[in-house]
């Protein structure tokens, strides 16, 4: 790859996101006498909706905004749920064992009380900025 390409590669815009979430789907159908999945008790009382929209905006926002190491706590939007963003910048190699520059993880953090118990669900993505 020449020069030119390799620029072009480094200076394009583009988005890169992973989440995951094992220990949120798995355990049974959440039926009598199965084991229960750790959402649950939310969609029993229907918080999940409101939660995971919640988090779905707040990832797009983050994505027309610079993002910068650190912990932000995030504007109310009178939900009754509080975000929080946590910015750390990851340090990346490409197969050639050179640096890849500029890769932050984003993660928010959502947390709600509901019936006395505090919840919390958080969801990360990798960022590239150049």
Not at 66 to 78: I, M, S, Y
Request: negative net charge; aromatic residues 6%.
């Amino acid at each position: 790859m020449d020069s030119a390409a390799a620029e072009t590669n480094h200076t394009r815009p583009f988005l890169w996101g992973v989440a995951t979430s094992p220990y949120q789907s798995e355990g049974g159908y959440n039926g009598p006498g199965q084991p229960q999945t750790n959402w649950a008790s939310a969609e029993a009382r229907n918080d999940v909706d409101s939660v995971l929209r919640g988090l779905e905006n707040r990832l797009a926002l983050i994505h027309s905004s610079r993002l910068l190491p650190g912990v932000t706590d995030l504007p109310d939007d009178g939900s009754g749920i509080s975000y929080r963003l946590e910015v750390v910048q990851v340090q990346l190699v490409d197969q050639k064992k050179a640096s890849v520059p500029n890769i932050y993880r984003a993660t928010i953090s959502a947390t709600w009380k509901s019936h006395g118990d505090v919840n919390e669900r958080d969801v990360s993505e990798l960022v590239y900025q150049p």
